[in-house]
């Protein structure tokens, strides 16, 4: 009996069918559906002046549309909204629904944020010197005297605000640990702040000249001898005097006892008459790289007669 049911007036039964399908198709079809996207927003920005606001990059709209249209809605497909600020001045910026082009049959619901706030400044440049920056200390005993970054300036540009207020365009650090001789190497510059930039460098070189710490040693009444004289009898008043000895610290640790000798040269007074003459004296045995100076720096010599 149920198998004469389902037999009975079967064509008539599957052409029902067939009919409420296409019936449900074309009613869900037309039924109102919504759907959520995002666009990209691309700016064109103006050459003679910098954007300092923060525009929205992406703008969240709802799509609307018959249900069989909204379902094959991909967002990928949507162009990103452009828009030229070379004319547009400070201040509200309003999406509008001619900015996004939806594919035919769907239309615009809402736009999220519906504007954004617009800020400019003029664009300056000008030239900034180069601060060099270093990590570590040279070994112990040497020290830095001179850095120098090459080029010594960059030249900056943006939001006039920000450009002028940027004294110095600090480098990466280069490390010179340890250093017991000049450092070289290439570094990279510190970012530059929001709304400016560093126009045709990116990296710059740093010379750093290190040298041997000058240290300072005083030697105390160190005898003074007179050298020269044959034909007169002489002393020195006072006879002895201080010296203060400058130069590489290790340098110095080396110097050994005795050194230097203090001499005062007689032979031009050997041969006149007896008497007093101010004499300076000599430094001899001293390393090439140690300065000394002597306190006083003159003695006076007495000359007199030799008794035969």
């Known amino acids: 009996m149920i198998r004469h049911w389902f037999l009975h007036d079967a064509l008539l039964k599957g052409m029902s069918l067939v009919i409420a399908v296409v019936l449900f198709v074309i009613v869900r079809g037309d039924r109102d559906a919504a759907s959520g996207a995002y666009v990209k927003v691309i700016y064109a920005l103006p050459k003679d002046r910098v954007l300092i ?10 799509v609307r549309g018959p249900w069989t249209r909204v379902s094959r809605f991909d967002e990928q497909d949507l162009d990103p909204v452009r828009i030229d600020l070379s004319k547009v001045a400070s201040g509200d910026l309003r999406f509008t629904e001619e900015m996004i082009k939806l594919p035919v049959g769907l239309r615009l619901g809402s736009i999220t944020p519906p504007s954004v706030k617009l800020a400019f400044e003029p664009r300056v440049e000008r030239m900034v010197p180069v601060q060099p920056m270093l990590e570590g200390e040279p070994a112990s005993g040497y020290r830095v005297v001179r850095s120098v970054a090459h080029p010594r300036e960059v030249r900056v540009s943006g939001a006039k605000s920000v450009v002028e207020g940027i004294q110095r365009v600090p480098t990466r650090p280069l490390r010179i640990a340890d250093a017991r001789e000049p450092v070289r190497g290439p570094v990279q ?3 530059p702040p929001p709304h400016a930039s560093f ?6 070189s ?6 041997a710490a000058l240290a300072e040693r005083t030697l105390r009444a160190v005898p003074v001898r007179v050298t020269g ?8 008043e006072p006879e002895a005097a201080d010296v203060v000895l400058r130069g590489p610290a290790d340098v110095l640790a080396r110097v050994a006892p005795g050194v230097p000798s203090l001499l005062v040269d007689a032979q031009a007074e050997d041969s006149r008459p007896a008497g007093a003459f ?3 004296i000599g430094v001899v045995g001293l390393p090439t790289d140690v300065a000394a100076e002597v306190r006083p720096e ?3 010599l007495v000359t007199k007669r030799r008794r035969d």
């Open 229 to 236: 004289g044959l034909r007169m009898e002489a002393h020195l």
């Open 206 to 211: 740093i010379e750093v000249e290190v040298v």
């Open 199 to 204: 126009e045709g460098v990116g990296e710059v």
């Open 189 to 191: 510059l510190e970012s």
């Open 298 to 300: 003159s003695v006076t």
């Open 278 to 280: 101010r004499k300076r």
């Open 53 to 62: 606001s923060d525009p929205a990059v992406e703008l969240r709209i709802a």
